[in-house]
C-alpha cells in the first residue's frame, strides 16, 4: 500500500481519516434499501490493511459486540495501515436474529459466490470482488450455533504456520485445529492468500462480557504485534491445544442439566453432567469417556437421544 490511492466499493479511501460506506446488498420485499456499514480508519502512514468482521450468521451478537467495543474504545484507529470493520455482516439475519438470510441459506457456506446465484451468492460474490482482495489480515468473530456454548478459541488450520503464530498472540484460552470447510469465509479468504483468524466463543443471541473481553483483548494484541497501533501484547497464560476432538452424545432424551464447567479439564470417569425425565423416575448421569478439556457445552435445556453434549478434547 504504498502510494497507489486504496480504493474501496469504487471509492478512494483518504488517508488519515474515517470514511463509512455502504455495501449495498438488496432491497427488502417493503422496497426498504438494506445497506451494510463498512467503517474505515486509514493511517497516514503506509502499512497492513486489517478486516474486522462480524455477524456472518444473524444471530451471533458476541461478534458483533466485540467489534462494537473495539470502535468505542478507538483500538481501531490506526498509527500506520487500515483498519476496516464490518460489525453486521449479515444484516438480513441480524434484522430478524436468525443464523441464515432470506433465502434460508448458511451465508458462510456460499463463498466465493456468484454474480447471478441466490441472494447469499451474490452478497458472498460482492463481499469477495470487491473488499477481499484489498485486505492482508482477517479476523472473523463466530458464536456457536442455538444453544451451544462455545469457550473462547481460535480456529486455525494445523497446516497454516502464520495463522497458528497470529492465533497464539491473539492468545485465547484455546486454539482449536480444524480443517477449512469448503465454501466458507475461511476457507476462500485462504486460497486468495490471506491470513485469517477465526474467533469462536460463547453462543447466539448474548452479548458475554468475558467473551467480549476475550475477542477485544485478541484483537489488540494482534494490532499491536503488526505494528498497527501502541500497547504491549497481553500474555495471560499459554493456550490449550486441541489437535482432535469428540462429541459427547446424550444416551437418553430427558432434560439436560449441566455440571462441569466450560473450558475444565475433566478426569476419564468424572460426571459431567445428568439427563433427567419430568416425572421424577430416571437420573442418567454422562461421565468422561477420557481425559480432555471441554471447550463446547450444548445448553438446552431439553435434550433429545443422540444429541451433541458436549465437545471435548483427545489430549494428545
Keep these: ?16 481519516k474515517k470514511t463509512v460506506l455502504d455495501l449495498e446488498v438488496a432491497k427488502l420485499h417493503t422496497r426498504t434499501t438494506v445497506k451494510v456499514p463498512v467503517i474505515i480508519e486509514r493511517s497516514k502512514n503506509s502499512g497492513p490493511v486489517v478486516l474486522l468482521l462480524a455477524g456472518i450468521h444473524g444471530d451471533e451478537t458476541n461478534g458483533v459486540g466485540i467489534i462494537r467495543e473495539i470502535i468505542n474504545l478507538g483500538i481501531n484507529k490506526p498509527k500506520k495501515g487500515t483498519i476496516i470493520c464490518i460489525p453486521v455482516f449479515n444484516i438480513f439475519g441480524y434484522l430478524i436474529q436468525t443464523r441464515e438470510f432470506p433465502d434460508g441459506r448458511d451465508l458462510n457456506r456460499m463463498f466465493p459466490g456468484t454474480l447471478n446465484g441466490s441472494l447469499a451468492s451474490q452478497f458472498a460474490y460482492q463481499f469477495t470482488k470487491e473488499i477481499a482482495p484489498f485486505v492482508d489480515y482477517v479476523i472473523d468473530y463466530h458464536t456457536g450455533g442455538g444453544e451451544r456454548d462455545n469457550i473462547a478459541q481460535i480456529r486455525c488450520n494445523k497446516d497454516d504456520k502464520k495463522g497458528f503464530e497470529l492465533a497464539k498472540i491473539f492468545n485465547p484460552p484455546m486454539i482449536v485445529f480444524s480443517n477449512n470447510i469448503g ?9 486468495m492468500g490471506k491470513t485469517i483468524l477465526l474467533f469462536e466463543g460463547g453462543k447466539s443471541r ?17 494490532l499491536i504485534h503488526l505494528g498497527l497501533i501502541d500497547g504491549e501484547i497481553s500474555v495471560r497464560e499459554t493456550p490449550v491445544l486441541v489437535h482432535k476432538a469428540k462429541w459427547l452424545r446424550a444416551s437418553h432424551s430427558g432434560m439436560f442439566k449441566v455440571i462441569v464447567q466450560n473450558g475444565t479439564l475433566v478426569k476419564k470417569k468424572e ?10 423416575e430416571f437420573n442418567k448421569k454422562i461421565y468422561a469417556p477420557f481425559d480432555g478439556h471441554i471447550f463446547c457445552i450444548n445448553k438446552t435445556p431439553i435434550v433429545n437421544k443422540g444429541d451433541a453434549l458436549f465437545h471435548l478434547s483427545l489430549e494428545e
Design 1 to 16: 500500500m504504498s502510494n497507489k490511492p486504496f480504493v474501496l466499493l469504487g471509492k478512494e479511501i483518504p488517508k488519515g
Design 271 to 280: 460426571v459431567l453432567g445428568v439427563i433427567q425425565d419430568p416425572f421424577g
Design 206 to 222: 448474548e452479548l458475554k462480557p468475558t467473551i467480549i473481553n476475550e475477542g477485544v483483548n485478541g484483537t489488540k494484541n494482534i
Design 183 to 191: 465454501k466458507s469465509l475461511r476457507d476462500t479468504l485462504h486460497k
